[in-house]
């Protein structure tokens, strides 16, 4: 059981509002509680519309909540200076997306880099450190490749590369199979699989399909804003 494990993610009466005060305001998430144990591969399910990108955005201290608290491995995120959260969101968050986010034009290379530009990180080590994890997700003979020249599941295994190269102790990923097919989404999420249970890090998996959502260690369903079930996955083994 996760319960004598550290508890990484700890959000209590997350509320989201936008347009407040104003005649077409919209209430996005009506009071989420959310804990994360340290070395947990959780997902949160549920179709479009239900909130789960809001959601990522608030654990990914890319927005804040109108309401709750969030600490964030024991850090009290709601209070945290802008600076600080971008410190926070570089060296301990991971973020993997639906549309890749890489820089056109750029080698995978440089694009896994840039994270470790922002952080100071000097140049050799840059590159080492990029050619390992590329290396690591099967990239490494295309690494001077740029996006334009790479299928979806390769530049997927780009972008979850860049996300580890700060080390992080989460990932966050928003859809990560939502654009591939079936058996490029099967490769990612073996992947995801490997990094949990080899390197312990803590994957937050954001999914509108049950199917994989139910490979996880515990399946959040968010409906209408509201977390409306919460269970062990059927197919995860410990």
């Known amino acids: 059981m996760t319960s004598n494990k550290k508890v990484i ?15 077409n305001e919209l209430e996005i998430l009506h009071g989420i509680d959310l804990k994360v144990y340290e070395g947990e591969f959780v997902s ?43 410190h926070i969101r570089n060296q301990q968050i991971g973020f993997v997306f639906q549309t890749y986010n890489l820089i056109a034009r750029t080698s995978a290379l440089k694009n896994v880099e840039l994270p470790m530009l922002y952080g100071g990180v000097k140049a050799d080590e840059r590159k ?22 790479l299928s979806g599941g390769q530049k997927q295994r780009v972008a979850i590369a860049r996300s580890l190269v700060n080390r992080p102790s989460i990932i966050l990923a928003d859809e990560p199979t939502g654009a591939l097919d079936s058996k490029t989404g099967r490769l990612i ?17 954001i999914t509108h399909s049950r199917e994989l959502a139910e490979e996880t260690e515990r399946v959040l369903t968010l409906k209408d804003g509201c977390i409306i079930d919460e269970r062990r996955g059927l197919r995860y083994v410990s």
């Open 128 to 149: 080492v450190r990029a050619e390992e994890l590329l290396e690591l997700v099967d990239m490494g003979a295309r690494k001077d490749h740029t996006p334009d020249e």
């Open 44 to 86: 949160i399910v549920g179709t479009s519309g239900s909130g789960k990108s809001t959601l990522m955005n608030i654990i990914g201290l890319l927005d804040k909540p109108t309401e709750g608290s969030y600490v964030l491995d024991g850090i009290d995120v709601i209070k945290a200076r802008d600076s600080e959260l971008s």
């Open 9 to 23: 993610i700890d959000a209590k009466g997350i509320v989201k509002r936008f347009n407040i005060g104003k005649p």
């Open 189 to 205: 999420m073996d992947l995801f699989h490997k990094l949990n249970e080899e390197q312990g890090i803590t994957i937050v998996f």
